[in-house]
């Protein structure tokens, strides 16, 4: 039994990558964890520029996603970030615990902000304290993430301890829990890198919205290499990619599927990766599409969280502003 908590950033659409890496995890937890918490990190989403119409009907597509997932709202608080003002406000509170060096540390700003100069946001650079403070207001034990946000939950660790060992005990420290196959989705189109929905082009992705042609179209365009065979080799990276989405797809090793397609080609396995994802994400586009037919329904899934995470929210906070010497 334990406290589980994890977040995606309500921008673009979600990929297989977000499916894989974060919320099929997650509800592996939901099976077995007494306590879930799951928000849509709508505040982790403006720190690069916004459309406000987009971000509002992302939101709600988050949410129906989640839900069609198979998220159960008895199980899980399912809320929207910005609802519980405590975030930003414990948020605030681990600026001056964090430092500069530390901060600056962070692989995934430096990513983001490279080649930008000076126009990145404040933002941008403070997002892993923020989230920080997501995890720490409710006492989390375990978070699930892909392999990009693990130095994020170590640096919620270290700022927890040094919170803990200032002020004394307050936070529980958490831990990041990592999936060994499938934490990291690389790019159809550039195997190097992650899988991404701000990569620069949407052949790098497969939506969770894509209908059967565009899968089809986008895994026949998957960047491979010159051995033609469907053999599991690391350094193999757009081929391993591909196996490894068929793997958590069906359930079969690498040594099956290579025994699968023994003398067969990338052609007749990109067909088949194809209709093995069509597979998976039909019935949960026909459930989701029901969903997002209700926003009534999803407005009220999202304030029913919110009104559960706020109580354990603010009962943190009294407790922290306490301990600093505001209260
Ligand atoms: P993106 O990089 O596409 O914007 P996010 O940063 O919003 O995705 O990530 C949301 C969650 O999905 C995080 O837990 C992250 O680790 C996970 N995730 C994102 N991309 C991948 C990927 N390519 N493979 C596995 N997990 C991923
Ligand atoms: N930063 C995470 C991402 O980009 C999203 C996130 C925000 C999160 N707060 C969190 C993840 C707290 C886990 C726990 O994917």
Not at 160 to 183: L, M, W, Y
Request: hydrophobic residues 40%; neutral net charge; glycine residues 6%.
């Amino acid at each position: 039994m334990s406290r589980v908590l994890t977040a995606l950033k309500p921008t673009n659409i979600l990929h297989i990558g977000n499916y894989f890496g974060a919320i099929e995890p997650f509800l592996q937890q939901q099976k077995t964890g007494d306590t879930n918490f799951l928000f849509i990190a709508d505040y982790h989403s403006i720190t690069i520029p916004q459309d406000p119409d987009e971000l509002r009907k992302n939101i709600f597509f988050a949410t129906a996603a989640y839900l069609a997932a198979g998220v159960n709202p008895e199980k899980t608080t399912l809320f929207q970030q910005s609802h519980i003002s405590e975030h930003t406000e414990l948020a605030w509170i681990l600026n001056c615990v964090a430092s500069m060096g530390e901060v600056e540390r962070m692989t995934q700003y430096k990513d983001k902000a490279r080649n930008k100069g000076e126009s990145v946001s404040v933002g941008l650079f403070d997002y892993p304290v923020l989230m920080a403070a997501d995890i720490l207001l409710y006492d989390t034990e375990i978070v699930p993430v892909g392999e990009d946000q693990k130095q994020h939950v170590e640096l919620a660790r270290d700022l927890a301890e040094r919170f803990n060992n200032r002020f004394g005990q307050t936070f529980v420290i958490p831990k990041p829990v990592i999936r060994e196959s499938g934490a990291r989705i690389m790019g159809l189109d550039d195997p190097e890198k992650k899988m991404s929905k701000s990569a620069p082009t949407d052949k790098n992705y497969i939506s969770l919205m894509d209908d059967e042609a565009t899968v089809l179209k986008k895994i026949k365009s998957a960047i491979t290499d010159s051995e033609g065979t469907i053999v599991y080799r690391e350094h193999r990276k757009g081929i391993a990619n591909m196996m490894t989405i068929y793997s958590l797809l069906t359930g079969e090793s690498m040594i099956e599927i290579e025994k699968t397609f023994e003398g067969k080609g990338y052609g007749d396995f990109k067909i088949a990766l194809a209709a093995k994802v069509s597979e998976f994400l039909t019935p949960l586009q026909e459930k989701i599409q029901t969903l997002l037919q209700d926003e009534n329904h999803l407005h009220r899934t999202l304030e029913i969280g919110a009104q559960k995470a706020r109580a354990i929210a603010a009962k943190k906070m009294i407790e922290v502003r306490k301990k600093i010497g505001i209260a």
